[in-house]
T-cell receptor, first 115, second 112 residues
Framework: EAQVTQNPRYLITVTGKKLTVTCSQN?????MSWYRQDPGLGLRQIYY???????DKGDVPEGYKVSRKEKRNFPLILESPSPNQTSLYFC??????????????FGDGTRLSIL | AQKITQTQPGMFVQEKEAVTLDCTYD???????LFWYKQPSSGEMIFLIY??????QNATEGRYSLNFQKARKSANLVISASQLGDSAMYFC?????????FGSGTRLSIRP
């Protein structure tokens, strides 16, 4: 089954404790992206990657890191999480390059609570 | 700067009626794409429909159609014959080059 898999689905942690949210897709998609969803703000793009070893900042990259060492994986790293990073996070992927108009496939989301 | 606006935070509609969800956008780039996604209470994001800036015809997918008015920079989603299962959050999104931005969403509630 074609899918984007995020782990964990839920996480409660404390300020300053490094965490990683994993994202993996099995569709051989070039493009992958991370979003956070907050009430009244919709989804905001954190980082995106056009292909392996090619990542770029979205609209809200502060406090986050990503890497794309393999095509299928795109982990989101919070080196020193803070309470304002409490949010619902989505990973997404789509085929093609920057001109592709294919829709994104989304993971099921990760709900992070930073105390 | 690119911007996308959904002005209806919430809507109530009677079952079987048609509903229009508003979306306006702003961009100076001639090449862009507009997407609508549905997010039910379970949380997943479901792609509904796509319209490209150069597409001559309005997009349709089953009960969903996109009322694309380029000069007015609007891309409203029309759902015909609404069903109880249409109750969800709906997001409009605009893509240009490698970037995408989402609107703040409209929560649609269908009354039986």
């Amino acid at each position: 089954e074609a899918q984007v898999t995020q782990n964990p689905r839920y996480l409660i942690t404390v300020t300053g404790k490094k965490l990683t949210v994993t994202c993996s897709q099995n569709m051989n998609h070039e493009y992958m992206s991370w979003y956070r969803q907050d009430p009244g703000l919709g989804l905001r793009q954190i980082y995106y990657s056009m292909n392996v070893e090619a990542t770029d900042k979205g609209d809200v990259p502060e406090g986050y890191k990503v890497s794309r060492k393999e095509k299928r994986n795109f982990p989101l790293i919070l080196e020193s999480p803070s309470p304002n990073q409490t949010s619902l996070y989505f990973c997404a992927s789509r085929p093609g390059g920057s001109n592709s108009n294919q829709p994104q496939h989304f993971g099921d989301g990760t709900r992070l609570s930073i105390l | 700067a690119q911007k996308i606006t959904q002005t209806q935070p919430g809507m109530f509609v009677q079952e079987k009626e048609a509903v229009t969800l508003d979306c306006t956008y702003d961009t100076s780039d001639p090449s862009y794409g507009l997407f609508w996604y549905k997010q039910p209470s379970s949380g997943e994001m479901i792609f509904l429909i796509y319209q490209g800036s150069y597409d001559q015809q309005n997009a349709t997918e089953g009960r969903y159609s996109l009322n694309f008015q380029k000069a007015r920079k609007s891309a409203n989603l029309v759902i015909s014959a609404s069903q109880l299962g249409d109750s969800a959050m709906y997001f409009c999104a605009m893509k240009w080059a490698s970037k995408i931005i989402f609107g703040s969403g409209t929560r649609l509630s269908i009354r039986p």
